[in-house]
């Protein structure tokens, strides 16, 4: 997904290496290649003015160090800056001291939340955990199925809402199923709840009464990272509709630009947690800033 960029900032200090030293112009016209690197690959523009501010900044300040020269120090410049924007160090799960630690999917319609209910429960049994995954988008055709079709293939537990048991009402599903956990011994809730096509007002309001229900220790925004800047402006919406404590980023496999999905920790100060680039199980990790960086760097 980031191959272009990657060509392009490599061809950007391409143009330093060799030199022995760097002067203001050669900062500037550095900095200027390496806006339009990000902006052709779609991060968005104030994300991309801070980011080339701050380094132009430090470039041009005191912190240049003896030991490299000057292309690995712009270069050394760049990743520090790349990182921050992603949101700085990796954010991992934060575990209820009491078990079950409830986790919440919420999201668009298609942004792949079932699927990475899947994901992260298999990585969580992977773990030591012993993970639930609950069916509370009663929204689309064939969800429950579906969920229970990925917990199985994860071997990990469902809860889905049987005839006479709160059909019907996804909340009633997703609280019930925390007391569904205790009893089973599962340590780990996944709540999928339901998503529309667009960002709708009925949508909030259900992801939002499930939250109250269930008091999530993390509630997670999924996102399809090929929607351009639609994704950081559906993760406005969630973060002030229903609030959000960290961001999974899906389709990362794809071949749009990504850019847009790479702003958004920073543009709704939330970081990014997990990043999924498949189909598959497998296809899922923990999202690690430096090591983003370092991918877009070469
Ligand atoms: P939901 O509506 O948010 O629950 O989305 P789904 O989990 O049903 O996913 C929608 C579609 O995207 C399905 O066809 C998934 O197989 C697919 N999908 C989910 N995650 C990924 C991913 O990381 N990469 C690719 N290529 N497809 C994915």
Do not use: C
């Amino acid at each position: 997904m980031f191959d272009t960029l990657q060509d392009r900032l490599a061809a950007t200090f391409k143009s330093l290496r060799g030199k022995g030293r760097i002067t203001d112009a050669d900062i500037d016209a550095t900095t200027r290649e390496i806006r339009v690197a990000l902006l052709e690959a779609d991060v968005n523009l104030a994300v991309v003015k801070d980011f080339v501010a701050g380094v132009k900044q430090k470039a041009k300040g005191s912190e240049l160090s003896k030991a490299l020269n000057p292309a690995q120090q712009i270069i050394k410049i760049v990743n520090e800056e790349l990182i921050d924007i992603l949101g700085g160090d990796t954010r991992f799960i934060r575990f209820a001291k009491q078990p079950p630690t409830v986790i919440m999917l919420a999201g668009l319609q298609g942004a792949g939340k079932t699927t990475l209910a899947g994901k992260l429960g298999a990585w969580l049994k992977s773990e030591g955990h012993s993970p639930l995954l609950v069916a509370a988008d009663l929204q689309r055709p064939n969800a429950v199925q579906q969920l229970q079709v990925v917990a199985e293939r994860a071997k990990v537990g469902v809860y889905a809402p049987q005839p006479g048991n709160g059909v019907g009402d996804p909340v009633q599903v997703a609280r019930d199923s925390i007391d569904h956990a205790r009893h089973g011994l599962f340590d780990v809730v996944i709540i999928d709840t339901a998503g529309r096509l667009g960002v709708d007002e009925e949508m909030m309001r259900q992801a939002s009464r499930i939250k109250e229900q269930t008091r999530p220790d993390e509630t997670l925004f999924v996102v399809d990272a090929m929607i351009g800047q639609d994704a950081v402006n559906t993760a406005l919406a969630f973060e002030q509709g229903v609030g959000i404590d960290g961001v999974v980023l899906t389709k990362l496999d794809g071949d749009a630009r990504g850019g847009a999905a790479l702003s958004i920790a920073k543009v709704i100060g939330r970081p990014i947690m997990f990043a999924s680039n498949g189909e598959k199980l497998e296809d899922f990790d923990v999202f690690h800033p430096d090591r983003m960086a370092s991918r877009i760097l070469g």
